[in-house]
């Protein structure tokens, strides 16, 4: 699990650092900590998925943690965020920004291990599905939350991907079916393509759009349908979210 921390105050940032390297070897867990002193340093080179979890100070001296945070969210929506600060006063923007926990300096070891808790047991209750298949000859395994697509080719199958991979798998469909059965997240939307619901940026009367610039046609009698349950799922995901917020704080 990789976690970013960024704080302009070196005594914070030393003494947050600890309780997490604390935290992982008492939970055996393999952490790697990077360090920033400002938001400009960790925006520099940052991409999505480079980082599980990231702390950020409200008040720095020069970007804040909030504007920091709307600039992460604008092309990450996944990473975990949680804001160090001085005082209640902004909360709402917190919210705004989607953060899982609003900690209060200076911030107490068994905070930090009530949050990370609260975070492992998410991380490993969604992130460690993976979906596991041959292809061209060699075995490979994508976690369910990279997984953009499932379409038939034939007698195989297209596993594709959010960095842009397209596998190809001898396999029926109905055993990717009965693989994802247990999994909420998939959704047909014709016959032969499944798609990741995470991943779905519209759903028109016709198609399906995805990231990626990824299209599907869709199965045009059930349009209502297929759009109602995507939409239902983007509300239960918000109430769940909303929930994560609420009990880590």
């Known amino acids: 699990m990789n976690i970013a921390l960024v704080d302009d105050s070196p005594m914070d940032l030393e003494r947050l650092q600890k309780a997490l390297t604390e935290y992982a ?9 990077s360090c920033f002193s400002n938001g400009e340093e960790l925006l520099a080179g940052y991409q999505p ?3 599980t979890i990231i702390f950020l100070d409200i008040y720095m001296d020069q970007m804040t943690g909030i504007e920091a945070a709307e600039k992460i969210r604008r092309i990450d929506h996944d990473v975990i965020l949680a804001f160090l600060t001085t005082s209640e006063e902004h909360r709402a923007d917190a919210f705004q920004v989607f953060a899982s926990s609003y900690l209060l300096k200076p911030v107490k070891n068994e905070e930090v291990f009530r949050f990370m808790d ?7 209750e969604t992130e460690e599905k993976r979906f596991f ?15 953009v697509s499932f379409q038939t080719d034939g007698n195989y ?3 594709n991907d959010l960095t842009g991979n397209t596998f190809r798998t001898r396999m029926l469909l109905s055993e990717v079916e009965k693989l994802l059965s247990d999994d909420n997240r998939f959704l047909s939307i014709l016959r032969g393509v499944i798609v990741n619901m995470d991943h779905v940026i519209r759903i028109t009367d016709e198609v399906c759009v995805l990231k990626g610039d990824r299209t599907f046609p869709i199965n045009t009698k059930k349009s209502k349908v297929i759009r109602n349950i995507w939409h239902n799922y983007n509300f239960q995901k918000l109430r769940k979210e909303a929930r994560v917020r609420g009990g880590s704080r």
């Open 25 to 33: 070897v008492i939970q055996q867990l393999d952490l790697e900590i």
């Open 49 to 51: 998925f480079l980082y």
């Open 133 to 147: 298949f041959v292809s061209s000859r060699q075995e490979h395994s994508v976690r369910y939350q990279d997984i």
């Open 118 to 124: 609260h975070i492992l047991h998410l991380h490993t």
């Open 157 to 159: 199958i297209l596993v």
